[in-house]
């Protein structure tokens, strides 16, 4: 099934996403050109929310790959059941080695990992890999040679060509500089924090019941707060968790109550440091441009 | 309407595979400007914008920038950049400066930026800060000399002030050495590295495979080592006036250090901040420092450490800095911005990173205390403040990098 260009971000807004136009071009040309799409941006812009909703507009399973210092092949792609392979040597004590060890490099023992998993669905779920700048570079050369060939070699058992061509998504926190080769591999796309309105129709597609001129005015509080020198810029879901708390008091008007804003907003501030720079006034500023 | 999706009469036909191949002349010439500004845009690309042109994209500049955009940025920079060169090249806005952009062929895509940026004030060629500087750094100066006088004159090259290596062939010299030095430090890091390490934890997937013979009884088993990952080193050197005397040097010394390192970054600050570990990594030294030495010349306005230091944490440090990575600030110290925000990015940076190593080119010189307010703002958070005026000092640093 593909997607049509047009009706993308409808689909996408479907599922719960509210996605700019670049994003939804950058989707469907994922498709059409088979190639993974790397995105980059701060963190808490919504990155993971994309292979996320791409999932859900597919109506295909989200395999995820959680990227880390030291990830390896064996947490990655696959792995081997040590306990039920050591059973299987003990009942077959005396047989030949030969045929015991082909008995237990078989598929029976093998335990998928999410790489392999993601070649082997019948239908092509989302892959997505997720801060990929957290592994090292040796990891990211394999995840390269896959995402091209999409077949994986285990030595004792073969080559396992991929059943379907997942589509697959990769984010980054630029905690370190990617390879250009897996770059130039992938289409690339800088996820921003989104605008007043895109923001606002976010909080109003999460939070049930919540009015629309407080969700404006909740992106707009927002939008201020992130342009503070802040050490951690709050991100969508920190704005969701407000807008949330805020829509639970029951209140409609930010303007009327600056202490119950001001008190809140260690939703969106997650240092000390962050909390004692926002002092009462500075919110109260902050809050006179909501207006 | 796609150029080449049309089905039509045998004129038109015709008609339409020149339009077809006006496109694609223009498109392969795109790809050659995006190349130009440091772009790496390589023949699948092009293959997969073609591909792009022969869609409902192509219709409008609205819908086929967002693709070729995803389809040939690969970094944040390209992206900030791109719609730039895409409007000056399809839609004819500022073409001549676009042309500007892909002319300064500097290998390093931010320097080539700042470069252009600071353009105007090449001409001042670094003298306003210079006599800024002069009364401030009057006394020392005046005692750096003194020694000089009293120095004996068998000094080797090794330990002579580097301001005073004053002879081309002397100059050459002390290059190389520093080159070699850099080499040794390098070589010698790693080693140390190998001896310290000895975390061993067991592998289950070879063990096993092992042991099928003995009947699973682990026997024999393997073993797995702990991946030695060298320090990374990260410098900061100041090119401003104060220091151009030992900027030529240290540059060298930079070059030599960010290629025999595989983790290094290198920046350069005056006024502002340059990243400039792509221009380094030209095999070709000459070249290399030449591009270099041009950027760190020819800039006025005195020092602004803090601000360089608070461009680098925000918009550097994520990338370049891990936990086991060590800065090195190669400074005098003497900054024109406020201590204070010096001051706090020096506390933010030590936050992230293993060790700061700063080294004062003034230490060197006798009576030296550390008094411009700068330096004071900034020592609370530099793990080691040692001298650099020679090149036994920085063979000295050795041993303490070997032991972080």
């Not at chain 2, 250090?257 to 005056?270: L, N, T």
Request: hydrophobic share 40%.
């Amino acid at each position: 099934m593909s997607l049509n260009r047009d009706n993308i971000s409808d689909r996408l807004a479907a599922v719960g996403y509210i996605a700019d136009r670049d994003i939804a071009t950058a989707l469907w040309l994922m498709d059409f050109l088979k190639r993974p799409l790397l995105l980059e941006g701060e963190a808490g812009v919504g990155k993971t929310e994309v292979a996320k909703a791409l999932a859900a507009v597919h109506g295909a399973e989200l395999i995820r790959l959680q990227c880390y210092e030291g990830l390896d092949q064996n947490a990655a792609l696959y792995e081997w059941n040590y306990q039920r392979q050591l059973l299987a040597i003990k009942t077959r004590e005396g047989a030949d080695a030969d045929t015991i060890e082909e008995h237990i490099f078989s598929e029976r023992y093998l335990l998928e990992r999410p790489l392999l998993a993601a070649i082997r669905r019948e239908k092509p779920p989302v892959l997505l890999v997720d801060e990929v700048d957290r592994a090292d570079e040796e990891f990211e050369a394999f995840l390269l040679e896959l995402l091209s060939d999409f077949q994986v070699s285990i030595p004792e058992l073969g080559t396992i060509k991929a059943t379907s061509i997942p589509r697959v998504v990769l984010t980054s926190n630029g905690t370190r500089e990617l390879s250009d080769a897996l770059r130039r591999r992938c289409l690339y796309h800088y996820v921003d924090f989104p605008d007043v309105d895109r923001e606002a129709k976010i909080i109003i597609t999460r939070t049930p019941g919540i009015d629309t001129s407080l969700a404006l005015q909740i992106a707009r509080m927002v939008a201020s707060v992130r342009k503070e020198d802040l050490r951690k810029v709050p991100g969508v879901a920190e704005t969701l968790d407000w807008a949330a708390t805020l829509a639970g008091l029951d209140l409609h008007d930010l303007r009327q109550e600056p202490e119950v804003v001001h008190e809140t907003m260690l939703c969106l501030l997650k240092t000390r440091e962050d909390r004692s720079r926002l002092t009462r006034e500075v919110t109260e500023r902050l809050l006179g441009k909501v207006a | 309407m796609s150029v080449a999706g049309r089905k039509s009469p045998q004129t038109r036909e015709s008609e339409n595979r020149s339009d077809w191949f006006a496109a694609r002349r223009r498109l392969a010439d795109f790809a050659r400007t995006l190349r130009d500004n440091g772009f790496k845009v390589g023949l699948a690309e092009s293959g997969d914008a073609l591909e792009i042109l022969t869609t409902p994209l192509a219709l409008r500049p609205s819908t086929l920038k967002p693709a070729l955009r995803s389809l040939f940025c690969a970094t944040h920079s390209d992206w900030q950049r791109f719609d730039e060169i895409f409007d000056a090249y399809w839609l004819g806005r500022g073409i001549g400066q676009a042309r500007m952009l892909a002319g300064s062929a500097l290998e390093g895509r931010a320097p080539a930026r700042h470069l252009k940026d600071v353009g105007p004030h090449a001409g001042t060629s670094g003298l306003p800060d210079h006599t800024q500087r002069r009364h401030d750094e009057g006394d020392a100066a005046g005692d750096g000399r003194g020694r000089r006088e009293g120095a004996s004159r068998f000094e080797n090259l090794a330990s002579t002030d580097l301001r005073h290596v004053v002879e081309p062939a002397d100059i050459a010299q002390a290059h190389a050495l520093a080159t070699r030095l850099s080499r040794v430090m390098r070589a010698r890091l790693v080693r140390r590295e190998r001896v310290r390490r000895r975390g061993r934890r067991l592998d289950l997937r070879r063990t096993i495979h092992r042991n099928v013979s003995h009947g699973g009884t682990l026997l024999d088993l393997a073993w797995r080592r702990r991946k030695i990952r060298p320090l990374r080193l990260v410098f900061l050197l100041d090119a401003s006036g104060s220091m151009s005397l030992y900027t030529a040097f240290f540059v060298r010394f930079l070059h030599g250090v960010v290629e025999a390192f595989r983790e290094s970054e290198a920046f350069v600050f005056h006024t502002r901040l340059a990243h400039v570990s792509a221009s380094l990594r030209d095999r070709d030294v000459t070249r290399a420092v030449d591009k270099l030495a041009l950027m760190a010349q020819g800039i006025g306005g005195g020092t602004k450490i803090g601000e360089s230091l608070a461009t680098f944490n925000r918009w550097h440090a994520r990338r370049v800095i891990n936990s086991r990575t060590a800065v090195m600030i190669v400074s005098d110290g003497y900054d024109t911005g406020a201590p204070e925000q010096l001051g706090e990015e020096m506390r933010r940076l030590r936050r992230r990173c293993r060790r700061i190593i700063w080294l004062n080119p003034l230490i060197g010189w006798r009576d030296y205390s550390p008094q411009a307010r700068g330096m004071q703002a900034a020592l609370p958070y530099v793990d080691l403040f040692a001298p650099a005026h020679n090149l036994e000092s920085l063979a000295a640093l050795e041993p303490y990098l070997a032991r972080i």
